[in-house]
C-alpha cells in the first residue's frame, strides 16, 4: 500500500503549477481588498462632505436659540472630522501594508516559481518615479485641519465669541489631534517601507 503523504499534505499542492495558481489567487484577494478599502475611502469623504452640509443648516438655526449650541457644534464637528480622517488614513495603511506584503513576500514567492520572467512592474516603476519623500502628500490633510483648527480658535476669539463652551470645545478636540497627527505619521512610515523594496 502506498504510504501516506506526509502530514497529510495533497501532493498536487507542491507541483509549481499550483503553487503559483495558490499565489495569485492570494494577489487577486488583496487587490479586491485594498479596491474595498477604496471604496470606503470614497465613502468617508462623501460623509464628511454631507455632515458638514448638514451641520451648517443646523448651525444656523441653534446660533440662534442660543450660542453655546452652536460653539458645541463646531467643536464637535471638527471632532467627527478628526475622527472620520484618522478612519482614513487607517484605510490608507491596509492599503499599503497589503502592497507592501504582495512587493516583500509574495513577489519572492512568485520569483521562486518562474524564476527571472519579470512580472507586477507596475509598483517598481511608480516606486522610481515617484518622490521618494512623500510626507508632504501624506501630511496635507492633518496639516490643515490643524491649521483650520488654530484660525477657528483665533477668529472666534478675535469677534469676542470665546466663552466656557468655546474653551471647553477647543480642548476637547486636542486628543483627536494627537489621534490624527499619530495615523498621519503611521501612514507614512508604511508607505515609505512599500516604496523601499520596490526600488531594489
Known amino acids: 500500500m502506498a504510504k501516506r503523504h506526509e502530514q497529510g499534505q495533497d501532493p498536487s499542492l507542491n507541483h509549481p503549477d499550483a503553487l503559483l495558481h495558490l499565489h495569485i489567487t492570494e494577489y487577486n484577494a488583496l487587490t479586491t481588498r485594498n479596491n474595498n478599502w477604496v471604496t470606503i475611502q470614497v465613502g ?40 472620520a480622517l484618522a478612519i482614513l488614513y487607517f ?64 477668529l472666534r476669539h478675535a469677534f469676542s465669541l470665546s466663552n466656557k463652551h468655546e474653551f471647553y470645545g477647543f480642548i476637547a478636540n486636542i486628543p483627536f489631534v494627537f489621534l490624527l497627527v499619530w495615523q498621519t505619521i503611521l501612514t507614512i512610515m508604511l508607505r515609505r517601507k512599500f516604496q523601499s523594496p520596490a526600488t531594489r
Open 91 to 154: 484605510t490608507m495603511q491596509e492599503v499599503y501594508r497589503n502592497v507592501l506584503y504582495i512587493e516583500t513576500v509574495l513577489r519572492r514567492l512568485i520569483s521562486a516559481l518562474v524564476g527571472d520572467s519579470p512580472f507586477w512592474l507596475y509598483e517598481s516603476f511608480l516606486a522610481k518615479n515617484t518622490d521618494r519623500k512623500p510626507a508632504w502628500m501624506d501630511s496635507i490633510t492633518a496639516c490643515s485641519v490643524i491649521i483650520a483648527l488654530g484660525l477657528l480658535a483665533a
Open 44 to 83: 468617508i469623504w462623501s460623509l464628511i462632505l454631507l455632515y458638514a452640509t448638514a451641520a451648517s443648516t443646523v448651525w444656523t438655526y441653534s446660533y440662534q436659540s442660543k450660542p453655546e449650541y452652536g460653539a458645541y457644534l463646531i467643536w464637535g464637528s471638527t471632532i467627527f472630522i478628526q475622527i
